[in-house]
């Protein structure tokens, strides 16, 4: 039966039996042994395998709460951005105005400009001769100086003022 593997015939009647491929590994223990050997390792190995899907499964836990971190921190960035470009186009635009402004305050304190106004919508006039009236003052200086003299003292310590109390100063 040996040389079936190589003779393609087979004279028997029985169908001859397929042999495995591989050679199973014999171990120097009885039947009984191996067999608690395996059901102990059918047993630490899904504890195994669950440890590793575990694993995996925190690990891709951590890695989506980190992308969250970052796509929150980076919209918060958008955000704050956008919100500084608008500050700063509300700027140039109350900085045009307040120039603007700023040229029509120079062009209004002009004299002739003073004068145009104070003629067409306050009516005034300029003065005749007659209108004016002058006034002669004697040269004397109507000042009066001060009678009194002013002294200044210096502020002193609360210790110097004990002092001075106590000495008669």
Request: hydrophobic residues 30%; without cysteine.
């Amino acid at each position: 039966m040996a040389n079936y593997r190589y003779n393609r015939y087979q004279y028997e009647t029985s169908p001859r039996k397929i042999e495995p491929e591989y050679e199973p590994i014999k171990t120097p223990y009885s039947n009984k042994k191996s067999s608690t050997v395996k059901k102990k390792q059918e047993k630490v190995q899904p504890k195994k395998h669950l440890k590793s899907q575990v694993k995996t499964v925190v690990y891709i836990g951590l890695i989506f709460a980190s992308l969250v971190v970052i796509s929150y921190r980076n919209s918060q960035i958008n955000e704050s951005f956008n919100e500084n470009e608008k500050l700063k186009t509300s700027l140039a635009a109350i900085q045009k105005e307040n120039e603007q402004l700023r040229v029509n305050l120079e062009n209004s304190l002009n004299l002739s400009n003073i004068e145009q106004i104070a003629e067409k919508r306050l009516g005034m006039q300029k003065l005749d001769n007659s209108q004016k009236v002058y006034v002669s003052l004697d040269k004397q200086d109507y000042v009066e100086p001060a009678s009194e003299e002013v002294v200044m003292e210096e502020e002193k310590s609360w210790f110097e003022q004990l002092l001075d109390t106590l000495l008669g100063r």
